[in-house]
């Protein structure tokens, strides 16, 4: 199954994703407001799949599927993570690790599972010689915000974007 991390006495699994759990990741992006405003919808998985193939092949990208096993003991993928490697020549020559498409599904929250995938995160950054994690969340996700504090993050920056036109859809 690929398990990367048992976490919270067994209660919870980090494994890598595979293809046959874009369902299930897709749902947890499109059952997000935002994410939904953005076109992620689980109607047509194509595109998905795409970037799932692009994400896994290379090294420096590790998509995440977070299991609990307290309702179904073969495992529920209630939450979901993209950690990715950059080398980077600012602070001289730091590794950063960015947290991209961080997800727990609604009902799960509140329970400690964020902070326990995000917390993996950060600990597997560091393992792979990152001296930083680094994040974006969209600026109306005020609860995000507080969650991520708490987790000691600070918002050092101002992020912009510019949708870009690609195969006739618009991607920010």
Known sequence: MDVLATLRAGELTVRRARVEDLPAL?????????????????????PYAAAFAEIDADPAHLLVCLDTTAEDPAGTTVGTLQLSVLPNLGRRGTRRAQLESVHVAAACRGRGYGAALVGWAVAEARRRGCGLVQLTSDVSRVDA????????FTATHRGFKVGLQVGGSSRA
Not at 32 to 45: C, H, N, Q, T
């Open 26 to 46: 897709v749902a947890l992006l499109a059952a997000d407001p935002v994410s939904a405003g953005r076109g992620d919808a689980v109607e047509d998985l194509a």
């Open 145 to 152: 915000h507080r969650f991520y504090e708490r987790l000691g």
